[in-house]
């Protein structure tokens, strides 16, 4: 009879760890970055049926890269959470940080089990507050660990180059055509230094606005808006949204791996 081959748990660990990295870092990059009047979400994805950001509930949002049918799963139960927490209780009662926790619960349970392969993903929760201090932004990567985040976060792809770039270059008090900018200069950098173009169509632009008077403070930036906001025209921040939000209609993008 065979003896079976052993493998130390913390090898197994950082085996599964590191198969969940490599399927995170094959899709394209979201950025995420406060400004003066709350928190936009940027990311290269040219499909526009489907969404790599989606609305969870009256001020936060979601952003996730990797396989989307796995994020997809859990952008569906967030937005269930939310809403029966905030049937049950009160709609003050929703946060950014309880989401994060259920997501850190799920996305570790998951990762731990030996039953099944861990998912490959990595996701982002933002709330906006009364107040650029108010904000939050919470980074969860594949083990379900959570990462207050401050100023500007970047996931998938070449994150951690476009963190850096961020980091040097964001600062407090940006407008929203300025962080736009600066979110597009950081996703068109390659690994050589070199850059290339990305124009409004091929990305998917999403802000938590707390100057809006409505309850829900999302709304996407599209076509024309989009291009002069783009452009330099500050102007172009105070039209009327571009499209109605249904959190529960929203998806993710269209390839597998996004």
């Keep these: 009879m065979s003896t079976p081959f052993y493998v130390s748990p913390q090898q197994a660990m950082a085996d599964r760890a590191e198969y969940a990295r490599k399927g995170i870092a094959r899709g394209r ?12 979400f940027v990311a290269e994805n040219p499909s526009r049926a ?10 936060i949002a979601f952003a996730a890269v990797g396989k989307y049918n796995e994020f997809e799963n859990l952008r569906i139960g967030g937005v269930r959470y939310a809403d029966l927490r905030g049937y049950t209780y009160d709609r003050d009662d929703v946060t950014a940080r309880g989401l994060a926790n259920v997501y850190a619960q799920t996305l570790g349970g998951i990762f731990s089990s030996a039953a099944e392969k861990p998912y490959e993903v990595e996701l982002i929760v933002a709330e906006v507050g009364a107040g650029p201090e108010d904000d939050q932004i919470y ?3 594949h083990d379900g660990s959570i990462v207050d985040e401050h100023g500007s976060v970047a996931i998938g792809g070449n994150a951690d180059q476009i963190s850096n770039y961020l980091d040097q270059r964001h600062r407090d008090g940006m407008t929203l055509s300025e962080v736009l900018k600066l979110a597009v200069e950081s996703l068109t950098r390659d690994n050589n230094g070199g850059e290339r173009t990305l124009t409004a169509e091929q990305l998917e632009v999403a802000v938590l606005d707390r100057t809006r008077p409505q309850q829900r403070k999302f709304k996407r930036l599209l076509g024309r808006q989009l291009s002069r906001l783009l452009e330099g025209d500050t102007s172009a921040a105070a039209e009327a949204d571009a ?9 993710g993008e269209a390839s597998t791996e996004s």
């Design 50 to 59: 489907l969404h790599k950001v989606s609305e969870i509930y009256d001020r």
């Design 139 to 141: 980074r969860l990567p």
């Design 243 to 251: 499209e109605p939000e249904a959190a529960s209609e929203e998806g």
């Design 29 to 40: 990059s979201v950025v995420v970055l406060q400004y003066t009047d709350g928190v936009v």
